[in-house]
């Protein structure tokens, strides 16, 4: 069906530059008017000129309004109204050149001409190639400028002299605005900290002080709005307002005295476009444009050498680092949790001692040791204030390297400074005194000795003792690749323990950072006086992981052909939501004579609303008009869950750019609420193939390691797992897997049975387990059921893992959109033996938890778990998780358990705590798929505080009635 062939009769006039009007009989889509427009210029520039009639556009200032709508107006109107209202609030303050500052700006207001403009960023090509540029017009009054290529940027906001200033190719908007301060023509008050560019629809944060000047560069066209600073608070949103209102730009109404840049004959004097417009374009090698982001310390972390600073990455990265300290070989891995949250941990290796004593133990492996460090910001660097971090470094391992800190930076250009305080190992050079054994004499001395066993949190220990002050600084050289690196270390090694005596010749270190490529940056450094250093970095970000995509296009819907339902191919229409990979196993029903009901289950895209989206879209292709609602009914485990009612004539309306939002914004049409049943009558069914259950199998790869263990650093185990699954009724359904083995060296790990703890060995046999080429991986019967709208409920019972099988019940009640849930399980299980067949050993047990699960608002995409009940040893306690999710969808996440059970029974390592890291497989794939693959990471897996594998989670399973990880 053609594209066009929907449109309805309408009235649309378009003012072209005010030069010509055009008429359109009926509903016209922006391309065409664009394509006219071209002609009519066109023939302008042919009768004027006699050359060929070519056009030349400058497009990024292009733009459409809708002179019809008064909401651009009443927009401007407010803020005037707000305007008048600061003034008279800080005249009753006394503040005069604060009420003056208020009065330029609704000056400035006053003389915007402003339209409301709802189709965003137009442009021919554009129109041409995409339909999301190609809006439908609807039947209004339209302003149309298609402008020549400005020579002007116009700088609006605390400036005294408001108004266009010519244009200096490659110069960025922060040296306009330096430029501007330099001349003394910013308002008290102004920020000095950022600007606003607004370029058509978008906008743009500049970040323009000597400490955080960014290389955004000026574009012809653009304006530049300088914020007021130290508003009240209920004026607060007053500068987004305008930010806003600027996107509905047409014309600035300067007066004479202003508008010097575009008049050839204006006075000789110094005007705005010479005061403000900068000398010279700035360097490509100025620090402004070069990426200053912080480095990495030897540690993981950011900072200099050996020591930390109060920079933290963007949200997301995650790094690998090897470090060669010639004492100590050291591997990390660091994730910026948050923006203000630091987490490592690592492995280091001591070359100069031995993992143990005892030859038939260890062997000639050397010590590995094991932690983690994190780092927390307290505040941003700002104008005048510095960066500021507290840290701890091996706060949950043995303790030989623990360390706690407090460390501020601040920028000045291309050099940024560091000045911290630290204590433990950052402290041994005792260079002053410990400020806080002011407050409280118990601060003054740091207990002796560490955790051999490692795990503990030692907080008796931490900020106490000794303290030393360390710093330095950190040069972006004009070279990008290229950091320079000078510090001060406060640690003086007295008491490492490398296993040989490291002297410091002089706590003074220099290194050089640089960066091969985006994703590897290599250190090297002359350290201590008389030692060479090397480490090498890999890097990516969690939120900007992205892969292309081979997917079908969005269904642009015509005009229905058919009048009635009962002639609707329903069979074809469930065929094509599946081929887009929108809905899957679809069945329809009607509810009333007006109501679509689609009971389905998503079927590629991990965001369900992109599911809904493309449904919504074939249904207003294929569907008649008397259907004036969707009621997309998501059913989990074969029963109505959720339902997302959809008013199909906005919806359409949405789509066609008939109404003031576009396409983007439809998700703010889906209602979604509890589903009802299926419908009881036969009659109401218009599609209801009877459930078909086939048998699902497939194959995937796996690899298990394992690092620091005594008899070698790396044990692993490379392998195929192959499974199949078949439902026998809606609720009942079949899963078993079996084991291949490739490749694995756990002939190494001697760890079989449990001599550090006291408790049942339910993981550490691991070794023997692992000793088969082939084995029942799990063998599973699952019942699932849905008792109402928000409980559900699965009984399970087989070979529920490797190491257990039994029989198991849990619940969980989620209710929809709400960020919490609370779930029940609860198991009776036994050992399996090790011939990977079907036997058992003595062991059995009890376990179960009660689950609460909370979604935090305060930290966006995150979820908190706690599991209270009894694990598979015996021991009660709790284990909790934190989880937090990225754009990509990868979500990372940390998990400890603590127990009944004491340190000394639990054995080497205290408790379990350990990581894990999930990753959509479509960002290893070309096409969107809703699955995803994890990893783990247990530091020291012994057996406390270790719960049941299993297969399927109710939780997770419902994800969609709160989605976390799809979305």
């Known amino acids: 069906m053609s594209i066009l062939s929907f449109l309805v009769a309408s009235s649309v006039t378009v003012q072209l530059n005010d030069t010509y009007q055009l008429e359109f009989s009926e509903a016209v889509r922006l391309n065409q ?33 809708n002179t019809s709508d008064s909401h651009a107006q009443e927009m401007k109107d407010s803020i005037l109204s707000e305007l008048v209202l600061l003034q008279s609030y800080w005249r009753s303050r006394g503040a005069e050149t604060r009420a003056e500052s208020a009065a330029k700006l609704a000056a400035q207001i006053e003389r915007l001409e402003v339209a409301t403009q709802p189709y965003g960023q137009i442009d021919l090509a554009l129109s041409r190639q995409f339909i999301a540029h190609n809006p439908l017009l609807q039947a209004a009054s339209y302003q149309l400028i298609l402008p020549q290529r400005s020579d002007a940027i116009l700088m609006l906001g605390a400036v005294s002299e408001p108004g266009y200033v010519s244009f200096a190719a490659g110069a960025p908007v922060s040296q306009y605005l330096h430029t501007a301060k330099q001349n003394g023509l910013l308002l008290q008050g102004h920020d000095n900290n950022q600007a606003v560019v607004v370029r058509g629809d978008a906008q743009h944060q500049v970040d323009w002080a000597y400490y955080n000047r960014d290389g955004f560069e000026a574009q012809p066209g653009d304006i530049v709005w300088t914020p007021l600073r130290g508003l009240p608070r209920r004026f607060s949103n007053l500068n987004d307002d305008i930010a806003a209102l600027l996107k509905h730009f047409v014309a600035y109404n300067a007066n004479a005295h202003d508008r010097n840049s575009f008049d050839n004959d204006r006075v000789a004097r110094p005007g705005v476009s010479e005061l403000l417009q900068p000398e010279a374009a700035v360097s490509e090698r100025h620090w402004s444009r070069l990426d200053y982001r912080p480095s990495r310390t030897h540690d993981g972390g950011a900072g200099l050498l050996q020591t930390p600073t109060a920079r933290m990455f963007d949200e997301g990265e995650i790094s690998l680092t090897y470090s060669d300290m010639e004492e100590y070989y050291r591997y990390s891995a660091t994730l910026q949790v948050l923006p203000w949250m630091e987490a490592t941990g690592f492995y280091v290796r001591f070359p100069n001692r031995l993992y143990s004593d005892v030859p038939d133990f260890s062997g000639s492996t050397i010590l590995t040791d094991k932690g983690f460090d994190v780092k927390f910001r307290l505040w941003q660097e700002s104008y005048w204030l510095p960066e500021v971090s507290v840290g701890l470094r091996d706060f949950a391992g043995t303790g030989i390297f623990d360390a706690e800190y407090i460390v501020t930076n601040k920028r000045f250009g291309a050099f940024d400074f560091s000045l911290g305080v630290g204590f433990g190992r950052l402290g041994t050079r005792d260079n002053i005194s410990n400020p806080l054994c002011e407050l409280n004499d118990e601060y003054c001395r740091r207990p002796g000795g560490f955790s051999g066993g490692g795990g503990s949190f030692e907080y008796d220990k931490w900020f106490k003792g000794n303290a030393g002050l360390f710093g330095g600084v950190e040069w972006q050289s004009p070279w990008q690749p290229l950091r320079v690196k000078v510090e001060y270390n406060s640690n003086d090694y007295s008491e490492d323990r490398a296993g040989v005596p490291i002297e410091a010749q002089t706590p003074w270190n220099i290194g050089l950072n640089y960066r091969v490529t985006d994703w590897l940056d290599v250190q090297a450094s002359y350290e201590r006086g008389d030692t060479l250093m090397m480490n090498f970095t890999l890097s990516t970000n969690f939120n900007t992981m992205q892969q292309a995509r081979v997917e079908p296009r969005k269904v642009e819907p015509g005009v229905v052909e058919v009048e009635r339902v009962e002639d609707v191919d329903w069979g074809e229409v469930s065929r094509k939501l599946r081929r887009n990979y929108a809905l899957a196993n679809s069945r329809f029903a009607l509810e009333g004579d007006n109501t679509l009901r689609v009971f389905s289950r998503p079927r590629r895209y991990r965001d369900y609303n992109e599911n809904l989206d493309r449904a919504a879209r074939i249904l207003a292709d294929e569907v008649p008009d008397s259907i004036t609602t969707y009621d997309i009914v998501d059913t989990q485990f074969f029963e109505p869950s959720i339902s997302t009612r959809i008013d199909a004539e906005a919806f359409k309306a949405r789509i066609r750019y008939q109404d003031e939002q576009g396409p983007e914004e439809v998700n703010e049409l889906f209602v979604r609420s509890d589903a009802e049943d299926y419908p009881e009558n036969d009659e109401d069914w218009l599609y209801n193939p009877d459930f078909r259950f086939g048998t699902g199998y497939g194959a995937k790869p796996f690899f298990n390691q394992d690092f620091g263990s005594p008899e070698t650093f790396h044990v692993y185990q490379l392998g195929i797992t192959a499974f199949a699954r078949r439902w026998l009724n809606p609720n009942l359904e079949l899963f078993g ?37 082939v084995w029942l991986d799990s063998a599973q019967a699952t019942y699932y059921t849905q008792l109402t709208n928000s409980l559900y409920a699965m009984a399970y019972g087989g070979y529920i893992e490797r190491m257990f099988g039994g029989v198991g019940l849990e619940m969980v009640y989620r209710p929809l959109d709400q960020p919490w849930a609370v779930g029940f399980d609860v198991n009776r299980v036994r050992q399996r033996n090790y011939t990977g067949g079907t036997g058992f050993l003595d062991y059995e047990v009890t376990t179960g938890f009660v689950s609460l699960y909370y979604q935090m608002p305060w930290l966006e995409d995150t979820t908190m778990q706690l599991d209270f009940g009894r694990f598979l040893a015996g021991d009660d306690g709790v284990n909790v998780t934190f989880m937090k999710r990225f754009e990509s969808g990868v979500t990372a996440g940390a998990f400890a358990a603590f127990t009944d059970v004491s340190s000394e029974e639990y054995g080497e390592g205290s408790f379990t705590k350990g990581f894990f890291i999930n990753i959509p497989f479509d960002l290893m794939s070309v096409r969107p798929t809703r699955q995803r693959v994890g990893m783990t990471w247990i530091p020291l897996a012994r057996n406390g505080g270790r719960q049941l594998m299993r297969r399927a989670r109710l939780y997770d399973s419902l994800d969609e009635r709160s989605p976390f990880w799809n979305r």
């Not at 520039?45 to 060929?52: C, F, I, M």
């Not at 694995?744 to 023997?768: A, C, E, G, I």
């Open 33 to 65: 008017v664009l394509s006219q427009s071209m002609q009519l210029l066109g023939a302008q520039n042919e009768r004027a000129q006699g050359a060929t009639g070519a056009v030349n556009v400058y497009w990024p200032a292009a733009r459409i309004a």
């Open 737 to 773: 897997e079996l084991g291949f083995n490739i490749a694995n060296n756990y002939d190494k790990f001697n760890y079989v049975s449990d001599r550090l703890d006291d408790l049942p060995p339910v993981r550490t046999d691991v070794r023997r387990y692992i000793q088969k080429d």
